[in-house]
């Protein structure tokens, strides 16, 4: 009798094989035993684990061997080998290295490779169809040919000793495509061949000395798409997926996204009822005592407005009704202790008003903390403004507030999430650069997430107005947190520009709001496209010991690029001269940077453009096109094409860049 009989069978239940009803009684108590687990048991069950060696496992992924299935998604399981987790795809096993959960990307390597007793042959190609992965962008492919009749000669490859015998030869090598094109070598001859992605560490040296399998177990980088757990995470919760949808085991209860939410019963809804009316009662008693008294007393302000000394008194009280926005508010006995009484060893750098210092709470967080240089009206303003801006957005390239000060505290501070990598600015030209050390690749990175978190800010009517590498930070994995949000103001839906005086850093301000005093979207452009032109050069916005043309780099740049000479501006340690690929995407970066640095506001694109185009210069696959510009011209045709060269077209990238750029020698 078929094991599913009972399922599908017109007879009686008792009537089939007694299998079914054993799976079935082991199915519903194994199912009933989870749902019977307490929250707290949950959230312990889903604590980080590990194999041993390799990265901590938390969702969405779980290890199968330690972890209950509500920890991850179904597609996410893992299992231990090697003293690895191990995630198998269509058949095969990859060793996962580490794992970046906060861009959601993870390191893989062929599993094959690590065998040691084994020919370490990867039979298949990766097959990604079905699977919440995709390869991430930039990786080389390692081609892997076998059984060929012959070897390739004057051509760079591995030998696969262990699959070669005296007939037959098995080799490895990059860009196989070239094999045949330039060394007359027939990919027909392999009886067959497969491709694994690579994501190398370093330039070509990095293969030098080593072997395929010491190649392969360099691996290749996974982004999955999965429900993102930070909010859960910061609320103190851990993530988990149940009844098929996520959830947020917390300590007491289970929470559909964070332990902050609120889910109380009826009983309870009653009691906060009650204490809501008595709280307002009593509320409602204090300020008719306040009115009665002020009618013989003059008023006296709060400690904020008190030390005020630049504005009217309105202002100040229009002020202080915000309230913080409902930001939680931390004490300042708090933070003194977190900062080790603001200790100078503890200075993290200058703020867009205020000092911030590397701090720890009492609950382990890592935080940096603004303390306002001063408090008079206009330093409030800007606490208040920025408290605002970031309590009404949630953005993963954005840093994250947990809270401030309260209103009548001796001082104002700011405290936010840590990010322990420093700024763009340091690693370009600061105390943390290094030639070659900020690779192309990293570098196009941080311009994507930060153009990601400036197109957000826009569609939020939101201008940063203070866009510079010194206010995007990095954390360990150099993603991108954008800071200060000091001088940002929301922007009014039905106007096309705010009149305001200019604000901002020099080197970055945009040269028509500055003589026009017109702010509007634009002049964040501007000032991303000084950021662009930093990521190419590794030179600052502005140097005084540079040509006094070309101490503002916006100039420098367009000076360089109308010239032909982008070459001179791109910092050498790149491989602009030696990578195709590299030299292609910088160029293009140069043209998006220099559209953005247009002195009319409209020459300038949206920031969604700017991420768009981004996007598609990362994305681009250069090998192809490098194929369709190597084709081999006769010698006896060079002079005849140079001399029957065709007009540019007005499409190309120097009829773009030979453009109405007027921008003056603006110093800020």
């Not at 004057?154 to 037959?168: G, K």
């Not at 409209?602 to 981004?614: A, D, G, K």
């Amino acid at each position: 009798m078929d094991p599913l009989c009972f399922f599908i069978s017109h007879k009686p239940f008792f009537t089939c094989s007694p299998a079914p009803f054993f799976f079935f009684f082991f199915f519903f108590f194994f199912t009933m035993a989870e749902q019977s687990l307490t929250p707290e048991q949950k959230f312990k069950a889903c604590a980080p684990a590990t194999c041993g060696k390799g990265p901590n496992i938390s969702f969405p992924f779980r290890l199968s061997d330690s972890q209950d299935s509500f920890c991850g998604y179904p597609n996410f399981n893992l299992t231990c080998k090697h003293e690895y987790p191990v995630l198998r795809i269509s058949n095969d096993d990859y060793i996962i290295k580490d794992v970046f959960y906060t861009n959601q990307i993870f390191l893989v390597a062929s599993a094959l490779a690590f065998e040691e007793d084994t020919c370490s042959i990867p039979l298949h190609n990766l097959t990604l169809d079905l699977t919440p992965f995709n390869v991430s962008p930039n990786y080389v492919d390692l081609f892997l040919l076998y059984n060929c009749t012959s070897k390739p000669r004057e051509y760079p490859t591995y030998p696969i000793s262990c699959a070669t015998n005296s007939t037959a030869y098995s080799f490895a090598g990059f860009h196989v495509e070239d094999l045949e094109l330039f060394s007359n070598y027939s990919l027909d001859s392999c009886n067959y061949f497969v491709n694994a992605p690579l994501h190398p560490s370093g330039d070509s040296s990095s293969f030098v000395g080593k072997n395929y399998t010491d190649i392969l177990k360099m691996g290749f980088l996974l982004n999955w798409t999965a429900h993102n757990c930070s909010t859960c995470e910061r609320s103190g919760g851990r993530c988990g997926f149940e009844n098929h949808e996520f959830v947020c085991f917390c300590h007491y209860r289970t929470h559909p996204n964070s332990c902050d939410d609120g889910h109380p019963n009826v009983k309870l809804k009653v009691i906060i009822g009650v204490v809501a009316a008595l709280v307002g009662a009593v509320i409602t008693f204090i300020l008719f005592f306040i009115y009665l008294r002020r009618k013989r007393k003059p008023y006296a302000p709060s400690s904020f407005v008190s030390q005020s000394t630049t504005s009217d008194f309105s202002s100040k009280s229009d002020i202080e009704k915000g309230h913080y926005f409902r930001v939680p508010e931390f004490t300042y006995s708090e933070l003194e202790e977190a900062t080790n009484n603001f200790d100078s060893a503890k200075e993290l750098g200058e703020g867009g008003f205020g000092t911030v210092y590397y701090g720890k709470l009492r609950d382990g967080r890592a935080v940096a903390v603004k303390r306002l240089y001063e408090n008079n009206y206009k330093r409030v303003e800007q606490f208040m403004n920025e408290i605002d801006i970031l309590n009404r957005l949630h953005h993963q390239h954005l840093v994250s507030l947990y809270g401030c000060t309260s209103r009548h505290s001796r001082e104002l501070l700011l405290v936010y999430e840590y990010i322990p990598n420093g700024t763009v600015a340091d690693h370009l030209h600061g105390e943390s650069a290094k030639p070659g050390a900020l690779q192309w690749c990293t570098r196009m990175k941080i311009a994507v997430e930060t153009a990601s978190a400036l197109a957000y800010l826009h569609a939020s009517d939101i201008i940063h107005r203070d866009v510079k590498t010194n206010n995007i930070l990095l954390d360990d994995n150099f993603c991108v947190k954008v800071a200060d949000f000091g001088l940002s103001r929301l922007f009014p839906l039905d106007v096309t520009h705010v009149s305001t005086a200019p604000q901002g850093t020099p080197g970055y301000v945009d040269p028509e709001y500055h003589e026009c005093y017109q702010l509007t979207d634009k002049s964040d452009v501007y000032s991303f496209g000084v950021v662009l032109i930093e990521l190419i050069s590794s030179l600052p916005a502005v140097d005084i010991t540079r040509h006094r043309h070309e101490i503002n780099l916006s100039n420098m740049a367009i000076n360089k690029i109308q010239s032909d000479a982008l070459h001179e501006l791109v910092d050498h340690n790149l491989g602009f001269e030696s990578d195709y690929a590299v030299k292609s995407m910088i160029t293009a970066v140069a043209e998006m940077a220099f559209q953005c640095l247009q002195s009319a506001k409209e020459l300038r694109p949206s920031m969604e453009q700017v991420l768009e185009t981004l996007k598609e210069i990362q994305n681009k696959d250069y090998s192809i096109e490098k194929k369709t510009q190597e084709v081999d011209i006769p010698s006896d045709d060079v002079g005849l094409l140079k001399s029957c060269q065709l007009p540019p077209s007005p499409d190309t990238v120097m009829m773009k860049w030979i453009s109405t750029s007027t921008t003056p020698n603006f110093s800020g």
